[in-house]
């Protein structure tokens, strides 16, 4: 049975940091390339970074270039997203997604196979 398992979610104040984890099982985690997406209220699912399945690169959206970094440990079968300099508009729930293989659209939802449940990241003072 294939599993994504996020945590590190919470409540934090603009400018703070936090750090996600995504625990991986029942597939091949190296062979695959791994996301992290966010959703909040109202809103589409916009895809956050994304790392191939070595880890030698990683793709970011504008939003989040330079506060954000995605990194991952295949002996380990986790990805990690840190998250500095946290504003606002960063609230919303994020999820670690996986996608056979890399290349294509990989910050699209449609390009993504299996799909954690989510956790959430709320930035308020």
């Known amino acids: 049975e294939v599993q994504l398992v996020e945590s590190g979610g919470g409540l934090v104040q603009p400018g703070g940091s936090l750090r996600l984890s995504c625990a991986a099982s029942?597939?091949?985690?190296?062979?695959?390339?791994m996301s992290w997406f966010r959703q909040a209220p109202g809103k589409e699912r916009e895809g956050v970074a994304a790392?191939?399945?070595?880890?030698?690169?990683?793709v970011y959206a504008d939003s989040v270039k330079g506060r954000f970094t995605i990194s991952r440990d295949n002996a380990e079968n986790t990805v990690y997203l840190q998250m500095n300099s946290l504003k606002p508009e960063d609230t919303a729930m994020y999820y670690c997604?996986?996608?056979?293989?890399?290349?294509?659209?990989?910050?699209?939802?449609?390009?993504?196979?299996?799909w954690g449940q989510g956790t959430q990241v709320t930035v308020s003072s």
């Open positions: 997604a996986a996608a056979a293989g890399w290349g294509g659209q990989v910050l699209s939802p449609a390009r993504y196979r299996y």
């Open positions: 029942g597939f091949t985690f190296s062979s695959y390339a």
């Open positions: 790392i191939s399945t070595a880890g030698f690169v990683a």
